[in-house]
């Protein structure tokens, strides 16, 4: 039997934000909100559940969902291919949504287009492009395939690419008119 499409929301929060200082870009604040918490409340109403993850200040992220989870070894420090590994255990949905902490702008718009075409071709990887170019990381992966191909990939490959590691699954890519969006903070003067 197949199984039903539901998505489990990975807000990527793991980043190192060297460009920012270093500090903890999911908790900092942008419009009154923390990032981290702009993107729970996005994704929530979309998701059977919602999966953060940090690789610090764990105790915050847990204040705002039930769900954290760290890099796991020997995947430490290489980027958001990680943080995709490390919640694979916790998913148990068909797909995951994942989308990275420092977008506040992004709509639920966005997210809707983006589940709608997975639902039309749900055994391939659907990721956002703008203007500006792919946005790998706001994107719809089918969990069977990242689960079977994931973990090998990373055993196999020097270069830790999501593109690289998209193509191994199939990907479609879906455009999103609003490039405005899917603009990341990445200094503190665009903290807003």
Excluded at 147 to 153: A, I, M, R, S, Y
Aim: hydrophobic share 40%.
């Amino acid at each position: 039997m197949m199984q039903a499409f539901e998505l489990t929301a990975l807000i990527l929060a793991g980043g190192q934000a060297q460009r920012m200082g270093g500090v903890d870009k999911g908790l900092q604040v942008y419009q009154g909100v923390s990032m981290a918490r702009r993107l729970v409340d996005l994704v929530s109403p979309l998701c059977i559940d919602t999966v953060i993850s940090a690789n610090r200040n764990i105790k915050h992220y847990r204040a705002l969902t039930r769900l954290v989870v760290s890099d796991a070894e020997p995947w430490q420090d290489i980027g958001p291919l990680g943080g995709i590994f490390s919640a694979l255990e916790s998913i148990n949905s068909s797909h995951l949504l994942i989308v990275p902490c420092d977008t506040p702008c992004l709509s639920r718009e966005a997210l809707l287009k983006l589940s709608i075409s997975a639902q039309q071709t749900p055994d391939k990887v659907h990721y956002l492009e703008s203007e500006s170019g792919r946005q790998p990381l706001h994107a719809v992966l089918p969990v069977n395939q990242l689960k079977q191909k994931l973990p090998d990939f990373l055993k196999n490959t020097e270069h830790f690419g999501v593109m690289k590691f998209y193509k191994t699954i199939g990907a479609e890519s879906v455009y999103w008119e609003h490039d405005e969006e899917l603009v990341n903070i990445n200094r503190i003067e665009q903290l807003v």
